[in-house]
């Protein structure tokens, strides 16, 4: 008995009888025996086609239940079809499913980018903002804030929360701490473990 399928219900509808017991059943498909109602070729995958003529038992694997889950095990099972049951009605079926599969796909790739694009517009106005700010600051201060950034990790200035730098987190020692919230407002202050600017 051939194994086959056809690439619609309608066309299912259409060429065959499907009895309606189930002969067999898997994760995804169903397996049902059907008599042809008129004759017709169906193409191989050597492309030769073989004739199926009114009246010939043959039996119908119906896909109904395929998820993107399924995905690996419908590639698997086309693999091996397509080296036991070389049948190119029954692969257009699984194909068409995929198809449909991949389009889902494609649907999240779509939204995925979409907010990937609002992410970077944020991320334009955040860096808008910053050299807004940057250009308001004394050039030597931000070239060392620059050099800073770039040498520890993108953080050139860190809050001193107490005696701790929220750069480095390590507590400073009491005496620089005391040197550090003495200093004068408009002097620029440093960590003395990391180096990086501090915000008092
Ligand atoms: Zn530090």
Same mark, same amino acid.
């Given at each position: 008995?051939?194994?086959?399928?056809?690439?619609?219900?309608?066309?299912?509808?259409?060429?065959?009888?499907k009895d309606?017991k189930v002969l067999?059943?898997?994760?995804?498909?169903k397996v049902y025996k059907a008599?042809?109602?008129?004759?017709?070729?169906?193409?191989?995958?050597?492309?030769?086609?073989?004739?199926?003529?009114?009246?010939?038992?043959?039996a119908i694997?119906d896909?109904?239940?395929?998820?993107?889950?399924?995905?690996?095990?419908?590639?698997?099972?086309?693999?091996?079809?397509?080296?036991?049951?070389?049948?190119? %009605? /029954? !692969?257009? $079926?699984?194909?068409?499913?995929? =198809?449909?599969? +991949?389009?889902?796909?494609?649907?999240? &790739? *779509?939204?995925?980018? %979409? /907010? !990937?694009? $609002?992410?970077?517009?944020?991320? =334009?106005?955040? +860096?808008?903002?910053?050299?807004?700010? &940057? *250009?308001?600051?004394?050039?030597? !201060?931000?070239?060392?804030?620059?050099?800073?950034?770039?040498?520890?990790?993108?953080?050139?200035?860190?809050?001193?929360?107490?005696?701790?730098?929220?750069?480095?987190?390590?507590?400073?020692?009491?005496?620089?701490?005391?040197?550090?919230?003495?200093?004068?407002?408009?002097?620029?202050?440093?960590?003395?473990?990391?180096?990086?600017?501090?915000?008092?």
């Amino acid at each position: 008995m051939p194994f086959f399928s056809s690439g619609s219900k309608d066309s299912l509808k259409k060429f065959y009888d499907k009895d309606p017991k189930v002969l067999g059943s898997g994760n995804f498909a169903k397996v049902y025996k059907a008599t042809v109602k008129n004759d017709h070729e169906v193409k191989k995958p050597d492309g030769t086609f073989e004739k199926l003529p009114k009246g010939m038992l043959v039996a119908i694997k119906d896909i109904d239940k395929a998820k993107v889950e399924d995905m690996n095990d419908i590639t698997r099972e086309i693999e091996v079809m397509e080296q036991i049951e070389p049948h190119r %009605a /029954a !692969l257009d $079926v699984i194909e068409e499913r995929i =198809a449909g599969i +991949e389009s889902t796909l494609a649907d999240a &790739a *779509e939204r995925r980018d %979409a /907010a !990937l694009a $609002v992410v970077d517009a944020e991320l =334009a106005v955040d +860096e808008a903002h910053r050299v807004e700010l &940057a *250009e308001a600051v004394d050039p030597g !201060l931000l070239a060392t804030y620059e050099e800073l950034r770039a040498r520890l990790g993108g953080v050139g200035a860190a809050v001193l929360d107490g005696r701790r730098c929220m750069g480095c987190h390590i507590e400073l020692p009491s005496a620089d701490a005391q040197v550090i919230r003495g200093a004068p407002e408009s002097d620029v202050v440093t960590c003395t473990e990391c180096g990086r600017i501090l915000i008092r």
